[in-house]
């Protein structure tokens, strides 16, 4: 049988259409701005390359000003005409006839829309810079303010040492950091231009791909042409970077919604962020909480959905097909969740007093008791261990706390383990047995005493500072370019010359 080659002339199968283009016309709204900014900037690309006549640029230009000024929910975009690029090609085609047909001069769609999805992203990605900077700056003023307010830091959900609020809260800060600096230097990859790839080994018509780069504010071009095209670790990458940084904030919100039980009443959420139980009325559900949670699940969902299709064979379309909606959706999300948990954070009550006399019913003070013993009575450390831990098993057998225990106590502890008594000062132990005390001790860099929670949250909403302002810096630079774009292509569609 001789196989046919070139296009068919039937048209689109339904099933085609219902399972494949009405899945691509679904994320028009996302790519519309960006192909919108794309075409003007090849078609202004191809006319400073002299490529196309004069009345056809402006028709071109003067349709593509329309659509960018028109909203995506607005524009007529149809599965039956097929996927975004064609769909818009058929109105074009409806509006300005053959000079429609320039647009493709030396592009093929899928580098229009590779394109136009670094145009959005680039975008999400600065964005995202700044909003998990926020987290981590609000998460930082809020921890200064309860630098001093104590409480038994848990592992394992079982009380560990005694320590602060606000050193707690400040753990979740450094790893915001390092995720909004990691995607800071991810964007000058996100940033880099495809353009001028043509299908998979460039154009002759396009012989210098900075044109176009320099034109849409990319700082770079992606070099190998087929890489243009095809390459999907960068997107891997940001992404990866977006699940780590929810997770963070998950793990933030399972502690927050334990602590703020009936059981443990740690904290309170702000009313705005919690809900109703509409069959118990006595029911106050952090619900924000459930959704910064669940965030995680669906964004390690997103990420391993992304791997599973990319792992086809090279330069095939499934691998970013289903790129154009999931990425910059998953990237939208990741923003939503990270403003939401810093609102969260910061609107916050905290139970002082109820974390006080946690710490203070509890015996969080167990090491810094066996250090004690080590350092008094010139023991080593596993038998100072040993004599400080059955201390507290009888301490606690007796119905008393951590700063009950008595020299008596130990010296009876010490004659079982060690078969000697350690003759313990016991004003001295009762120092050693404070938490607050314990607490004020440390101040080694990256310690839970007061002063060393506030410092590290001033170097910390500091550097948020500057991560913000970066990325800030790089939206503003964008618009810039953009608008340059527009106001080109509005002078030559009205017949500027120049």
């Known amino acids: 049988m001789q196989r046919i080659a070139g296009p068919s002339q039937e048209a689109p199968a339904q099933e085609l259409i219902d399972a494949g283009f009405a899945w691509e016309i679904a994320d028009a709204p996302l790519l519309h ?90 975008k999400q990605v600065a964005e ?43 753990g979740f800060v450094p790893p915001a950091l390092r995720d909004s600096d990691r995607l800071l230097r991810a964007l000058p990859e996100v940033n880099r231009s495809p353009g001028g790839a043509g299908c998979v080994n460039g154009s002759r018509l396009l012989d210098d791909r900075n044109r176009i780069a320099d034109l849409l504010g990319f700082d770079d071009v992606i070099v190998h042409t087929r890489d243009a095209m095809w390459q999907t670790d960068t997107f891997i990458d940001v992404l990866a970077t977006c699940v780590s940084a929810v997770a963070n904030q998950a793990k933030l919100s399972e502690d927050l919604e334990i602590w703020s039980s009936q059981e443990f009443n740690y904290v309170d959420l702000a009313g705005p962020y919690t809900r109703a139980s509409v069959l118990m009325p006595q029911k106050r559900n952090p619900y924000s909480l459930s959704i910064i949670r669940g965030a995680s699940g669906v964004m ?89 831990g059955e201390a507290v098993r009888r301490a606690s057998a007796a119905g008393l706390r951590g700063r009950d225990i008595t020299s008596a106590l130990l010296d009876e502890a010490a004659q079982e383990i060690a078969g000697h008594g350690l003759d313990l000062d016991d004003a001295e132990l009762a120092t050693a047995l404070d938490p607050r005390l314990i607490v004020a001790t440390r101040t080694a860099q990256g310690g839970a005493a007061p002063e060393e929670v506030e410092a590290m949250a001033r170097d910390f909403i500091a550097e948020a500072e500057c991560l913000e302002r970066a990325a800030t810096d790089e939206l503003e630079r964008y618009r810039n370019q953009e608008r340059k774009v527009v106001d080109q292509a509005k002078a030559v569609a009205a017949g500027d010359s120049t």
């Open 300 to 388: 390690i969902g997103r990420l391993s959905g992304f791997l599973a299709v990319v792992k086809s064979p090279s330069a095939r379309s499934d691998n970013l097909i289903f790129a154009y909606g999931e990425i910059p959706r998953a990237l939208d999300f990741a923003r939503k969740i990270s403003a939401l948990t810093a609102a969260v954070v910061e609107t916050l009550t905290v139970n002082a007093e109820r974390m006080s006399s946690e710490l203070d019913r509890g015996f969080s003070q167990a090491t810094d008791l066996a250090e004690y013993v080590m350092l008094s009575a010139g023991i080593d450390y596993r038998t100072a261990y040993l004599i400080a």
């Open 33 to 122: 701005h960006g192909l919108n900014v794309a075409d003007l900037g090849h078609v202004l690309d191809l006319r400073a390359r002299g490529l196309v006549p004069d009345d056809a640029t402006r028709d071109l230009l003067t349709v593509l000003l329309d659509a960018y000024a028109t909203d995506p929910a607005d524009f007529p975009y149809h599965a039956e005409y097929g996927e975004v690029y064609n769909s818009r090609e058929r109105v074009f085609v409806d509006r300005i006839g053959r000079s429609a047909g320039w647009l493709h001069a030396g592009r093929p769609r899928r580098e229009a829309a590779r394109v136009a999805l670094r145009l959005l992203l680039r």
């Open 128 to 170: 995202l810079i700044a909003s998990f900077a926020r987290f981590a700056a609000t998460t930082s003023a809020v921890a200064s303010e309860h630098a001093s307010t104590f409480m038994p830091d848990q592992t394992y959900l079982q009380q560990a040492q005694p320590s602060t609020f606000g050193h707690y809260l400040l």
